[in-house]
């Protein structure tokens, strides 16, 4: 499956109708970006049953100021509505399939009842 763009307007519903979510916050100007982006494409053509996808930092500002995107590359991921990852930078092939992976295997159940044992 190729990537998809969201916006502010998509973000949510986005999130709504997917159980994992990858989002890389990019922009043209940006070297590594460029440079990120076969990698990421490739990643969603392996795993189609994630949905990837790309904000244009520079034509959706409000979205990447409500995610505090500082510096770009930014990769997040989503799984259940919930942000399991974020980090800046961009990441190689073995990297990014490293992290799918984890965020694949994550355990939201377990990761719930931990979050409650931490606020109790």
């Known amino acids: ?3 998809i763009d969201i916006t502010q307007q998509s973000f949510a519903q986005t999130l709504e109708e997917n159980d994992i979510v990858f989002v ?13 982006a ?3 494409g490739a990643a969603a053509d392996r795993h189609p049953d994630i949905t990837f ?8 500002q409000a979205l990447a100021a409500a995610a505090n995107i500082t510096s770009i590359p930014t990769l997040m ?13 961009a990441l190689n092939a073995t990297g990014l399939e490293e992290v799918i992976q984890a965020v694949k295997n994550l ?3 377990k990761l719930r009842a931990e979050a409650g ?3 109790a």
């Open 107 to 109: 355990d939201m159940d």
């Open 53 to 60: 996808a790309k904000v244009d930092t520079e034509a959706e």
């Open 77 to 89: 991921a989503f799984k259940d509505k919930t942000l399991v990852f974020s980090q800046p930078g």
């Open 1 to 3: 499956m190729a990537t």
């Open 117 to 119: 044992h931490q606020h």
């Open 38 to 40: 076969p990698t990421y």
């Open 24 to 36: 890389d916050f990019w922009a043209a100007w940006c070297g590594p970006c460029r440079m990120f």
